[in-house]
């Protein structure tokens, strides 16, 4: 009789793994199950060969873990991401979607308030956003493939992933800094919100306008976010401040210290742009998403000197290059039609 293909959402004590992120571990990290009958069936074993498992399965099949396996499961999803980047037998958009599901995966817990920021799990985020990064700085066609295959909806960790990948990008393309720079761009972009792990969901989830009580409550994730960092790692790591400062505004209107440009670091202010931008081209509980073009006329227009005018232009014509190579349409036009919102 055949396997059920999974059916979500999973059994109690056991979390789904869609069989597309497994595809490059060569040795089962944990115990392999899928759906059978009325409970879950041992399908692999532990320290088995998972390229006969994969091969095995069925096409798009979904198989489950343990929950009490699941750390074991995401550190190997982790070490294969390189793997995974540098893959050439599949399209670069391919490798770029297994690549995110496994992104997804491995960060999606970090960002749940019920699990604390330890040490072991700071560490493993550094791992999947380096691998990531590395492969963003070095291969041109993986660039877009990341960009065209981001996911829009409102989970956090989605939201960071997206925020990361755009800081690369922009940090790449207007030539930031050294390889490191980047490095700290896309650690402090990824874990920019961690703080809002500890803002009730009655204010993060809101269906409506904050009124002033809850917006106090909001703004307190920016500094929440830097001291769960430090209390992991116990020291401030190099990318720190981006979290601590990533909602300050080049005009003195952000938080938490009202700083004006020449206090806000660069690369902090590079990732308060793609921040804003992915958060208006996402859907939120309190509204639906915006364009591409109208997002970037709200920074530029209705938020007329919050932000570094020379990195939001740079941002702009990477947008519309972007735009170009996904569509192959002429890369000039592309970037003349989007800079219209540079005025």
Request: hydrophobic fraction near 45%; charge should be neutral.
């Given at each position: 009789?055949?396997a059920?293909?999974?059916i979500?959402?999973?059994?109690?004590?056991?979390?789904?793994?869609?069989?597309?992120?497994?595809?490059d571990?060569?040795t089962?990290?944990c115990?392999?199950?899928?759906?059978?009958?009325?409970?879950?069936?041992?399908?692999a074993m532990?320290?088995?060969d998972?390229?006969?498992?994969?091969n095995?399965?069925?096409?798009?099949?979904?198989?489950l873990?343990?929950e009490?396996d699941?750390?074991?499961?995401?550190g190997?999803?982790?070490?294969?991401?390189?793997?995974?980047l540098?893959?050439?037998?599949v399209?670069?958009?391919e490798r770029s979607k297994?690549?995110y599901?496994i992104?997804a995966k491995?960060?999606?817990?970090?960002f749940?308030?019920?699990n604390?920021?330890?040490h072991?799990g700071?560490?493993l985020t550094?791992q999947?956003?380096d691998a990531i990064?590395?492969h963003l700085?070095?291969?041109?066609?993986?660039?877009w493939?990341?960009?065209?295959?981001?996911q829009?909806h409102?989970?956090t960790?989605?939201?960071a992933?997206?925020?990361a990948?755009?800081g690369?990008?922009?940090?790449?393309?207007?030539?930031?800094?050294?390889a490191?720079?980047?490095r700290?761009?896309a650690r402090?972009?990824?874990?920019?919100?961690?703080?809002?792990?500890?803002v009730?969901r009655?204010?993060?989830?809101?269906p409506?306008?904050?009124?002033a009580?809850?917006?106090q409550?909001?703004?307190?994730?920016?500094?929440?976010g830097y001291?769960?960092?430090?209390?992991?790692?116990?020291?401030a790591?190099s990318y720190?401040?981006?979290?601590?400062?990533?909602?300050?505004r080049?005009?003195?209107?952000?938080?938490?210290?009202?700083?004006a440009?020449?206090?806000?670091a660069?690369d902090?202010q590079?990732?308060?742009?793609?921040d804003?931008?992915?958060?208006?081209?996402?859907r939120?509980?309190?509204r639906?998403?915006?364009?591409?073009?109208?997002?970037?006329?709200v920074m530029?227009?209705?938020?007329?000197?919050?932000?570094?005018?020379?990195?939001?232009?740079?941002f702009i014509?990477?947008l519309?290059?972007?735009n170009?190579?996904?569509t192959?349409?002429d890369?000039?036009?592309?970037?003349?039609?989007?800079m219209r919102?540079?005025?």
């Open positions: 009789m055949p059920h293909p999974f979500t959402p999973a059994p109690p004590g056991y979390e789904p793994v869609p069989a597309r992120v497994l595809t571990i060569s089962l990290p115990d392999l199950y899928i759906w059978r009958g009325p409970r879950p069936v041992l399908y532990k320290g088995g998972l390229r006969k498992v994969i095995r399965a069925q096409r798009g099949m979904s198989f873990v343990r009490v699941s750390d074991l499961l995401r190997a999803l982790a070490a294969s991401l390189p793997a995974v540098a893959n050439q037998r399209t670069p958009v297994t690549a599901s992104a491995v960060l999606s817990p970090i749940t308030r019920e604390p920021l330890d072991d700071l560490l550094h999947a956003i990064t590395l700085i070095e291969d041109e066609e993986m660039v493939a990341m960009v065209a295959t981001m829009k409102v989970a960790h989605t939201h992933i997206n925020t990948v755009y690369i990008v922009l940090a790449r393309f207007m030539q930031f800094g050294n490191d720079a980047i700290d761009v402090g972009g990824l874990l920019h919100d961690i703080g809002k792990n500890r009730p009655v204010v993060l989830d809101k409506s306008a904050l009124d009580t809850e917006w409550v909001m703004r307190t994730h920016v500094k929440a001291e769960m960092i430090v209390r992991a790692l116990g020291y790591p720190a401040h981006i979290v601590g400062e990533h909602h300050e080049c005009d003195g209107s952000g938080y938490p210290a009202g700083r440009a020449g206090g806000i660069m902090a590079l990732v308060g742009i793609v804003a931008f992915d958060a208006l081209t996402t939120r509980p309190y639906m998403p915006v364009s591409a073009f109208d997002a970037l006329h530029r227009v209705s938020m007329r000197g919050q932000f570094s005018d020379e990195i939001l232009r740079e014509k990477l519309g290059g972007l170009a190579m996904s192959g349409l890369g000039a036009a592309n970037i003349a039609g989007i919102v540079a005025g």
